[in-house]
Each structure stands twice: as C-alpha cells, then as structure tokens.
C-alpha cells in the first residue's frame, strides 16, 4: 500500500516536532543550573502552615473545628490532608507528613499530610507530562496544517495534469493556485504556458494537416486522371506519362518543402555558427540576379553603413539563407520591373534590418495578415505557400522578426529583424 505524501509530511513533521521539543527540555535539564521548581520550593513553607492550622483547630476545637476550617480549604488541600487513629509510632515516608494532637478532651489524633505526588519523579529526564502533552498536541496541529498547505496545491496539480493528459489543452492551474507566491505557484505558471503552447501546437499541427490534405488532393487527382487516359487511349500513352512525371516532381516539391518546415519547427538543424549578414546577403542577391535574367527583372542591393566591427550573426547560415532565398524569389515573381534587397543596422535595439521590396501589385488586405501562414498563396502566384512560412519559423529561430506591408507606391515590402552577435573580427 503506497503511503500517501500527507500522510508522510505529518508524520515526518509531527515527529521531528516532538522530539525536538522533548529534546531541548532534556538539554535545558542536563546544562542549566540546578534549581528547584518553584511549587516545590515552596511546599515546605506551605505543608507547615497548613499542619499547624489543623494542629491548632483540633487542640482548641476538636475535630469539629477542624472540618468547619476545611470546608473554607482547597479541594487539593482537603484531599490531601486525612485524620487517622494513632497506630504507633509515626511513620518516616518522603512526601508523607505525620503529627499526633490531641483534642480538648484529650483524645489523640494522627493528622496525615500527603505531598507524594508532587515531589515523586516524572518520568524520564524528569520530563514534566505538560510538556509531553503540548509536544503531541501541537506538533499534530502544526504537523495537519503543513502538510494540507503543501500537498493540496500538488493535488492541484495532479488533476491538470490529468485533464492534459486525457486531452483538455485548455486546462489552467494558476487561477487556483489563489495569492500564493512560491515555487508551487510558479510550477503552476509553468504548466499554464506548456499547455497553451501544447494547445497552439496541436492547432497549428490540425491546420497544416487540414491544408496538407487539401494541397495533395489536386496533383492526386490529375495523377488518377493522367493514368486513366493513359490507359484508355493508347496513342496518348506517352502525354499521361509526362503529366504523370509533372506530377510526381510537383508532390516531391511539397513533401520537400513540407519536411522543411518541419525541421525548422522542432529545430532538426546543424550546431549554430557565427556569420556575417551582408555577405550572406550579397550571396542571395547574387543569385537572385542570375535567376532574374531571363524575366529581365533588376535586382538592386541597399546596404547602409554599418558598425564597426560589424557584429556577427548567431545561428543556422544556410538555412537563414535559403529563406532569404524564397522571399527574394518570390518578390521576383511578383515584380514589375526592379527588386530592391536593403541591410541597415538599428545600433539603438542592436538589430539589422533586412528588407525586400518589389514593384509589383501587392497583396490584398485580407491575404496580407496571413500571407506568413502555410498554404497561403499572395496574388494567386505559383507553388505550395510555404516558403514564407518556412521563412518566418526560420526568423523566429532566430531570435528574429517578420513583417509585410504594401508600399504607398505599389508593392510588397518584407522587412526582418535579426538579432546581433558577438562583434566580427
């Protein structure tokens, strides 16, 4: 049977309570100065007076004038003191205080004082049975509070990790961990922002699939459609075929451009390096260029000044330029005339600042706030509406921003923060 961690926590406690307690009694006991108590200190006094009260009130009232005086005693005192019938000579007890009087009319009596209770030994250590009591009591009280106060918010946390786990992505901890301030309570906040990140993440993932599903629903089509003909029409074999092959490449594409998008999402990639950002700039221009000749469009390049030495960028060079790759191609696809790639350095946030500007028709409004999203085609242009994606995962990889507008004079225009690394040499 598995103890429970209350269990544990009160028992632990309640235990080291009590015996800390009890402890520091027996090390006052052993290293104090030997004092006597101060009821026992003063029991001599008091047992001397009191005998010599009843002593008095029998020689000159009898025994009646003993019980009359008693009736105003104590009830501590009248159970201790008892009038008995001489038998001997007085006995010699610790504790047991013995006198014979006699009354008016000189009959003897035996007056028995018995304090044996208060001067007889306590117990181990002389440890006084209040002490035990308020060591048990209070280390039981103290003990239940503690381990409620620890184990309730656990249990807590036990049940949303039950609810996650039986798939409610929306379950929150935080709003019931009430105006607590400790690690508890941060282990709460943490839980809250892994499970609406596993929320985000399944969502995006049910969208990509959902997007996935539709994308690969049309070149399958066309392959069912090309291979019936082909089939149908002998004389035709050969035009089925070659779609066939067009569509095959066109499926190779996507899962291409899928799986990076998928690595770029769970950061499959090389250890990061260190590289200098306008040359990897002028790399992508550079092909741009070449790419550029036959559409007869111009590729021009807009660096500032920079700092000296210029800082490095920190992380995956090649990756970061393919997706400088596919936004400068696809400014080319959409551009009228001239495609201008820029590169400045913003020393006040300790950013460059990468844009890439064409002049063509621009995006609408209603594509422009998701035109970063997968499968989301700006201007109805060609391709699977990845390479933006796989370019904003790419970015906030590192550490980066993205963002597009259109130009008052016409034109996309993409903008992208990257962070600064340690200075170049």
Not at 236 to 261: C, M, T
Request: one cysteine or more; glycine letters at 10%; proline letters at 7%.
């Amino acid at each position: 049977m598995r103890v429970r961690l209350f269990w544990k926590i009160l028992l632990g406690f309640w235990l080291t309570f009590f015996f800390i307690l009890e402890a520091a009694w027996v090390f006052i006991a052993f290293y104090r100065t030997p004092t006597t108590p101060p009821r026992v200190a003063a029991l001599p006094n008091a047992i001397t007076m009191t005998m010599t009260a009843a002593e008095t009130a029998v020689r000159w009232g009898g025994i009646e004038a003993l019980s009359e005086m008693l009736s105003v005693w104590p009830d501590v005192t009248r159970s201790r003191l008892r009038i008995e019938p001489p038998a001997g000579e007085a006995p010699q007890t610790p504790g047991l205080y013995v006198r014979d009087v006699a009354d008016p009319g000189g009959a003897v009596h035996r007056l028995v004082y018995d304090v044996r209770d208060v001067s007889r030994h306590r117990g181990p250590f002389d440890i006084p049975p209040d002490i035990l009591t308020i060591g048990a009591v209070g280390g039981l009280l103290f003990s239940i509070v503690l381990a409620w106060y620890l184990t309730r918010p656990i249990r807590r946390l036990r049940g949303g990790f039950e609810r996650l786990a039986g798939g409610d992505l929306g379950a929150r901890l935080a709003p019931s961990m009430g105006r607590r301030s400790d690690e508890i309570a941060d282990l709460a906040r943490d839980f809250d922002a892994m499970a609406a990140r596993l929320q985000e993440l399944v969502a995006a993932r049910e969208r990509l699939l959902h997007d996935v599903s539709h994308e690969l629903r049309s070149p399958l089509a066309r392959l069912h459609l090309a291979a019936e003909l082909a089939r149908h029409s002998p004389e035709r074999i050969d035009d089925g075929l070659r779609r066939i092959e067009a569509e095959a490449r066109r499926l190779d594409d996507l899962v291409g451009e899928l799986l990076s998008l998928s690595r770029v999402e769970i950061g499959q990639d090389a250890e990061p390096d260190y590289f200098d950002p306008r040359e990897l700039l002028l790399s992508v221009v550079s092909d741009a260029r070449f790419e550029a000749q036959e559409s007869g469009v111009a590729v021009a390049e807009r660096i500032g000044p920079l700092p000296e030495p210029a800082p490095t960028v920190v992380g995956h060079a090649e990756l970061l330029r393919r997706s400088l790759d596919n936004i400068v191609r696809n400014a080319l696809r959409f551009a009228g005339g001239t495609v201008t790639v820029g590169l400045a350095a913003d020393a006040a946030r300790r950013v460059y600042v990468i844009s890439v500007e064409d002049d063509g028709p621009g995006v609408a409004p209603d594509t422009l706030c998701r035109i970063f999203e997968p499968f989301v085609r700006g201007g109805g242009g060609q391709g699977y509406g990845l390479g933006l994606a796989i370019a904003r995962r790419t970015i906030a990889a590192h550490g980066g921003e993205i963002a597009a507008a259109n130009r008052p004079d016409g034109g996309l225009a993409v903008t992208i923060t990257l962070p600064f690394g340690p200075a170049g040499e």
